[in-house]
């Protein structure tokens, strides 16, 4: 005779449940690498993926999801590193009207600005926690020599702000990448991108103000 799926789900119901409640109580009071109260003894990882094991293989991925989280945060911190994370950058409401360089005759062409918050870490480009990187991309194709751009920006939550340049520079080639790493605190950020480009074809692009709201 053949088994009833319910009475499958049934049986594993349970098992999951006492998976589950099995991991909470394996971690619960400890924490991974010795980083506990005081007089605590490393815990033995070995050990605890062993149990686990003998519990079920739920509480096997579990218990290895967690250590592996745990891991890579000790170990940026024991190597000075920031937090791990991953942020996709944030657009300027508009990309900023740019005079002096249009594409094909034109008198003007645009730049696009970003903003990425922090942490973004191992990914590149590196920001850390309550952070910003600015970065102008203009549409003008040729290579930046100087860069007179600079961003002003307000964190309406800490009230603080400032005017920074965006002198970031490639190593070596000593070629602006038109972007800045600014400690703007955690919170909401208002920031105004403007300023001017010299090229090495000779062009002097003007890049008129956009402006932008960040979370931060």
Same mark, same amino acid.
Not at 108 to 129: D, K, R
Not at 198 to 205: A, E, H, M, P
């Given at each position: 005779m053949s088994r009833l799926p319910g009475k499958k789900l049934a049986r594993r119901i349970p098992a999951a449940l006492v998976g589950g409640a099995a991991v909470v109580a394996l971690t619960a009071g400890s924490t991974l690498f010795g980083a506990g109260t005081a007089g605590a003894a490393p815990l033995d990882l070995n050990a605890l993926i062993a149990q686990a094991a003998a519990i079920s293989p739920d509480a096997t991925t579990a218990i290895q999801q967690l250590i592996g989280t745990a891991a890579v945060d000790q170990i940026n911190t024991a190597l000075g590193l920031p937090a791990s994370g991953k942020t996709e950058a944030q657009? *300027? @409401?508009?990309?900023? +009207?740019?005079?002096?360089? %249009?594409? &094909? #005759?034109?008198?003007?062409?645009?730049?696009? %600005?970003?903003?990425?918050? %922090? +942490?973004?870490?191992? !990914? $590149?480009?590196?920001?850390?926690? &309550?952070q910003l990187r600015f970065q102008a991309i203009p549409a003008y194709p040729s290579i930046p020599k100087t860069s007179g751009l600079s961003v002003a920006w307000m964190n309406t939550t800490t009230f603080k702000g400032g005017i920074v340049p965006l002198d970031d520079m490639i190593p070596i080639l000593n070629t602006p990448l038109l972007s800045k790493v600014v400690d703007t605190g955690d919170g =909401?950020?208002?920031?105004? @991108? *403007? #300023?001017?480009? &010299?090229? $090495? &074809? #000779? =062009? !002097?692009?003007t890049i008129l103000p956009t402006v932008g709201s960040f979370d931060a």
């Open positions: 657009n *300027f @409401m508009y990309p900023a +009207p740019t005079l002096g360089c %249009g594409l &094909d #005759g034109a008198p003007a062409t645009v730049t696009l %600005g970003t903003a990425q918050a %922090g +942490p973004n870490f191992p !990914s $590149i480009p590196w920001v850390n926690a &309550d =909401k950020v208002l920031a105004t @991108m *403007f #300023g001017n480009v &010299d090229y $090495i &074809d #000779g =062009k !002097s692009c």
